[in-house]
């Protein structure tokens, strides 16, 4: 029988083995690091300090002392820290001591997910009865019974919840939590680093009306936020939350030995520079660890990746450790399924995850030795996090992250010391969208009347509050604006999605039990829910039998084939007002409004293995429209000499690589801006290329695009100038265009696009 | 752009309530004289000031000989007097009360369901007084005169029970809420004792009507017509109109609509009581079963045994019903006998949940309390071939399912079998 394999041996197969030696194009190690320890505070209450003895805390590591004294002194503060540095202590060790001081005294926990606050539940509970003190907490959120609601409001010292909840749930019913918002002393936000982007801003809008109901009720409590290490958590903690802020970054956790490994998948194909696909590499490596019973876990993007992975291991390992024995763990799931998976992974009856960035949050889900990428997840800082699930507590860990044919990948792979030496990125939040802001002015106009010349944040109201008047939402009466409205504004917004219907998954295989799979954002069920699409759910197949659009319904059934389906999305983009434009003799840089019209029109069947396309069909779903705000460069000049179709065909390409880069400099995850070009814009009638918010209102992305244009086409046309390809590649400018030419009119392109930029930065 | 402009070309991403178009005016800033106060007078409304602001009040007297449906308002007394003087304990038992003390309790909101901006526009409420029945609504007259209207309404109210219909989940949360809002302007309210009656229709009349609004009972139980009325759904359309045009019309419609809502819960008070009290000459078979069987979930025993075994005699269905739920008492009481009989009589009934309960209860009763594992292995055997030979499958869970019953029945024939041989070799135990 063959012997299990330790870590360390995998570790020297990987160096010395052929089959993989040679894709590893960088090897970092990372050192080990010792504690940095100071004594427990002189005043601690003694019965905390006997509950944290027995548990084997004597001493705090340096950040947790110094986020403990600021908070005492009544600051609020941002503490950075990597995974698994005892963060939580940061803010239980003042929540704890201040509550047994003050038995009246109230804190309130936000988390991004439930899993997470369930996981918070336990570990304040072990505190608490470790210590023997009369402190409740609990958590509140969508699974809480009804018949301890009121419990939880009454009584609750710590209550534990997530932004959805208190958006819909809590702050709507204030009259309900009298004693929590008189009482308020703390508001704790963990993972700050997450509330980016559209999330972040509808959350900061959150935190704006609970400040308000905070004020009315006479508290002011402390904000104390924790998070994962970006390049601005003091600018972000204090745009979420309009305080004023201190920064905790001295960390004296300890870490173990990490190997971090770049692998980059063999060339298949060399004239075309295609790579073995990512997918089949992990589906490789993962499998020798799984097989040696090395606990592992593997990211994947998208939904259909993770499904995919998963199938594929499944199979792999399913007669040495059965099938269950890895799972796939990915928003769209419902609780109970998620739970399980925690527990498995907990107990050591999982060996492997796949997963989506769901579990690139804090669940604790204990040591895993190994953790592998398929692809670059988008930012460093997504990374950083995600290998921080290898080897939580100490002991040597090993991180491989594997490229695909991506030029965002590629650009990453090819170039390690952005990745290692950079700063992690910027997180943008951007509260004052007007989409976004005036949702929420609805909903605090619903929890209490408007009053003049008071302020949202740092927002004037009076136009807006005007706006909602005419539109019959409001009403004033002298100078108060009252809600005058049937409805309940907040059930009519959602926190996580653009568009604000989800739709429902129905698994309709078992005719007498007919249920609900999981549910999809509207957006991403055009491509991924249309009729005969494949959905993949826990590596279950299932096509669409009909996508009730209407009623956002997906109907499914249970099948099994040898493909996955892939659909393509077509984009119109139309110029509707420009705010900002900086014309110069060769071209013109834009910034304003606009309208993006998206529809769904084919898709393709790819067969498993092979991916190779082997059949399509059209997709009948309505045109979306959205109206947000872009930037564009147009040039003055339409490049005659290159012909018509040419310049298409170079646009195209030069628009895909734009595309993978653009997302770096902003600092966005890609889905959220997007990049076309166009031969003849509408508005213009010139050569154009766009980049635009995918979020009604725009998140302030673009605008940043439009302010650092030149630096995104000089960093493209570096990326395209490298990669090995003759006339273009999936790594540079995309395989949609076909031309031998292509490549050279992307960069001929770019050139004409970057002169005009030159000049205009030296007027 | 203009952020007016923006939000305009914005407008399909927000989601604004469908409310149509209509030209803007600002509302009149707000003096101390009162829109259309003539019109207002001669309805009984009349204006309560308080500081710089104002609520409405209507007030109306009704001679107790007012008819409403079937009852009229001096019944409400009769249903008082027979609480105080029969000795039935209930939770709507007004025992201890005087008819003055009840008042009859009901809101118009500007919204469904509860959240800190629905506002409740209309608070109106009735009680006997003397030789009349007073009816009072208060009023909001635009949004933020919550002090007076609340201030008005808890200078009135002292009285010790609330009677709603389902007040206890709806409407006095939401005053609880409204409330607190103005909190520190007026007086606190009051604890009250509160009888929620859309429980007791729930109970009474479940088994013929499908929904249980109260427009439905009063329609199908009560004898109450309602001509031209408005309907409850129109009320926030209604109240946000009045707020711009002032014009009291459809707001009397209103008024109107939430004082028959009122006064209809007394009728129905009086009706529950003479059903509770079984002197409704006019009660059904069906709605006595179900009076019996309340009082048997109450734990009134001697109470339920009186209405339930008026029943049994019968040949219908309420009197397996009544027999069934009977027996079930008896069993509680650990009257093995009795609890035998009823569940024999119920073994014949056309029910087959019934059925099967009952088979399986006499199985019990068979083989732990008479000991008689031959009669406990036959009810067995047939509760079994109920559930094989159903036609339409039952909804089954715990000892019913068929995998219980079989291990019931395994443990039967070993019992059975055992008693067999030492019957065999000691003939003298057996019976």
């Known amino acids: ?268 194909n060399k004239p075309l520079n295609i790579r073995r696909s990512a997918t089949l590499e992990v589906r490789k490596i993962a499998g020798e660890l799984l097989k040696n019973k090395i606990q592992t876990i593997i990211f994947a993007r998208s939904r259909v990746r ?115 030496n950079k700063s992690p990125e910027t997180a943008r939040i951007n509260p004052d969208n007007l989409i976004i802001l005036i949702d929420h002015m609805k909903c605090a106009a619903y929890e209490l009347p408007f009053k003049a010349n008071e302020k949202f944040g740092n927002v004037d109201t009076e136009e807006l509050l005007e706006y909602l008047t005419e539109e019959r939402v409001l009403y004033r009466n002298g100078d108060k604006w009252y809600w005058m409205n049937d409805s309940f504004p907040a059930h009519n917004i959602s926190l996580r999605s653009a568009s604000q219907e989800n739709v429902i998954i129905v698994d309709q295989t078992d005719v007498a039990n007919v249920r609900v799979i999981g549910e999809m954002d509207r957006f991403s069920a055009m491509t991924l829910l249309h009729d005969e699409a494949i959905y993949l759910h826990q590596g279950t197949q299932f096509q669409v039998e009909k996508l009730d659009w209407d009623e956002k319904k997906a109907f499914v059934r249970e099948v099994k084939v040898d493909y996955f389906t892939d659909a393509n999305l077509a984009v119109q983009l139309k110029v509707l007002e420009v705010d900002r434009l900086q014309a110069v003799e060769e071209a013109e840089i834009g910034f304003g409004d606009v309208s993006v019209r998206a529809m769904a029109t084919i898709f393709k069947k790819i067969k498993f293995e092979t991916h190779e396309n082997i059949g399509s069909g059209p997709i009948h779903l309505p045109e979306e429209e959205l109206h947000t705000n872009a930037a564009w460069i147009s040039l003055n000049q339409p490049l005659a000499e290159m012909g018509h179709e040419r310049l298409e065909q170079g646009l195209v390409g030069t628009a895909h690589a734009l595309n993978h880069i653009a997302p770096l400099f902003v600092m966005a995850d890609p889905q959220d801006i997007h990049v076309i070009p166009q031969v003849k814009a509408d508005h213009n009638e010139k050569p154009t290329i766009f980049f635009y918010d995918r979020y009604p209102g725009g998140i302030g992305l673009s605008e940043k695009i439009y302010s650092g244009m030149s630096e995104v086409f000089a960093e493209t046309e570096k990326m395209i100038q490298r990669c090995q390809c003759v006339s273009g590649c999936p790594s540079c400018i995309g395989t949609e265009t076909v031309s031998e030419t292509a490549k050279k009119d992307a960069l001929k392109i770019i050139q004409s696009f970057r002169q005009p930029y030159h000049l205009s930065k030296e007027v | 752009m203009s952020l007016k402009n923006k939000l305009n070309r914005l407008k399909p991403h927000l989601s604004i309530g469908g409310q149509p178009e209509k030209a803007h005016h600002l509302p009149a800033p707000v003096k101390i004289d009162i829109p259309f106060r003539e019109r207002w007078e001669q309805e009984n409304v009349s204006p309560y000031f308080m500081d710089a602001d104002y609520c409405l009040v209507r007030e109306v007297k009704f001679p107790l000989s007012q008819q409403h449906g079937h009852y009229c308002f001096r019944d409400f007394l009769t249903a008082v007097d027979l609480w105080n003087n029969e000795p039935i304990n209930h939770p709507l038992s007004a025992k201890g009360h005087q008819a003055g003390e009840l008042f009859f309790f009901d809101t118009e909101t500007t919204g469904l369901g509860g959240g800190v901006g629905n506002t409740i526009f209309l608070l109106g409420y009735a009680s006997i007084s003397g030789d009349n029945l007073i009816l009072r609504q208060h009023i909001l007259p635009h949004p933020g005169a919550e002090v007076p209207l609340y201030q008005s309404f808890l200078e009135k109210v002292n009285y010790k029970t609330l009677v709603t219909y389902n007040g206890k989940s709806f409407d006095w949360p939401q005053v609880k809420t409204r409330h607190t809002l103005v909190r520190e302007h007026v007086p606190k309210l009051p604890a009250f004792g509160h009888f929620d009656l859309f429980h ?99 734990g009134e025993k001697s109470e339920a045994e009186k209405v339930l075994s008026k029943l049994t005699t019968g040949s219908d269905f309420t009197s397996y019903q009544a027999m069934f739920t009977l027996a ?104």
């Open chain 2, 328 to 431: 079930f008492q008896y069993k509680k009481e650990k009257d093995w006998v009795m609890a035998q009989k009823l569940f024999l009589g119920v073994v014949d009934s056309e029910d087959e949940r019934m059925m099967l309960e009952s088979c399986l209860e006499l199985a019990k009763i068979h083989e732990h309390r008479l000991i008689d594992y031959q009669l406990a292995l036959n009810y067995c055997q047939k509760a079994v071939l109920l559930i094989t030979q159903t036609k339409k499958p039952l909804k089954l869970s715990g000892q019913m399912t068929l995998e219980q019953l079989q291990i019931r029945l395994k443990r039967l024939e070993r019992k059975y079998g055992k008693l067999l041989k030492k019957v065999h070799i000691s003939p003298k135990v057996a019976k």
């Open chain 1, 306 to 420: 993770v499904e995919i992975i998963l199938t594929y291991l499944q199979e792999l390992v399913k007669n040495q450790l059965g099938a269950k024995s890895i799972m796939g763990y990915r928003g769209g799931y419902l609780p109970t399924e998620r739970r399980k998976i925690e527990k498995g992974l907990r107990s050591g009856d999982i060996y492997g995850v796949v997963s989506t960035n769901a579990l690139e949050l804090g669940v604790d889900i204990g040591q895993l030795q190994v953790c592998i990428m398929t692809g670059y997840p988008g930012t460093i800082s997504s990374a950083w996090q995600q290998a921080g699930r290898a080897g939580r507590r100490h002991g040597e860990a090993l991180v491989i992250m594997v490229a695909s044919s991506s030029p965002l990948d590629q650009y990453i792979i090819q170039n390690p010391g952005y990745f290692f």
């Open chain 1, 1 to 268: 029988m063959k012997v299990k394999k330790s870590l360390q041996e995998i570790l020297t197969d990987l160096k010395i083995n052929d089959e993989f030696k040679e894709n590893i194009v960088t090897w970092q190690t990372i050192a080990e690091k010792p504690a940095q320890t100071v004594p427990l505070p002189e005043v601690l209450h003694p019965l905390l300090r006997k509950s944290f003895n027995s548990k084997g805390i004597e001493q705090l590591y340096t950040h947790q002392k110094s986020a403990y004294e600021k908070v005492m002194e009544g600051k609020s503060i941002v503490a950075v820290t990597p995974t698994a540095s005892g963060k939580t202590l940061c803010y239980n060790l003042p929540v704890l001591q201040t509550i047994l001081s003050n038995p009246s005294a109230r804190a309130l926990y936000m988390f991004p997910t439930k899993a997470l606050a369930q996981d918070q539940k336990s570990e304040m509970n072990e505190i608490i009865q470790a210590a023997g003190v009369d402190i409740n907490s609990y958590t509140y959120d969508g699974d809480t019974p009804a018949n301890i609601r009121q419990r939880v409001r009454q009584a609750g010292h710590v209550v534990i919840t997530n932004p959805d909840m208190l958006h819909s749930a809590i702050l709507p019913h204030h009259t309900k939590w009298v004693s929590l918002f008189e009482n308020l002393k703390f508001v704790v936000i963990d993972e700050l680093h997450t509330y980016r982007g559209v999330f972040g801003s509808h959350v900061a809008n959150v935190i704006r009306r609970l400040k308000r109901i905070c004020r009315y009720y006479g508290s002011n409590p402390v904000f104390i936020c924790t998070s994962a290490t970006i390049a601005n958590p003091l600018e972000l903690a204090q745009s979420l939350t309009e305080e004023k802020m201190y920064l905790i970054d001295n960390n004296g956790a300890p870490s173990g030995t990490k190997h971090f490994l770049f692998y980059n998948p063999p060339i298949v």
């Open chain 2, 200 to 298: 007791a229709a729930k109970r009474l009349w479940k088994h013929k009507l499908d929904r249980l609004k109260l427009a439905v009972v009063e329609k199908e139980v009560l004898g109450v017509e309602r001509i031209d009325d408005l309907p409850g759904f129109l009320a926030p359309m209604i109240y946000f109109d009045f707020i711009e045009s002032k014009q009291p019309d459809g707001m009397l419609g209103m008024i109107k609509h939430n004082e028959i809502d009122i006064l209809s819960l007394i009728t129905l008070y009086t009706h529950l009581t003479f059903q509770l009290c079984g002197i409704d000459a006019l009660q059904t078979r069906a709605e006595s079963y179900e009076v019996g069987r309340w009082f048997a979930s109450l």
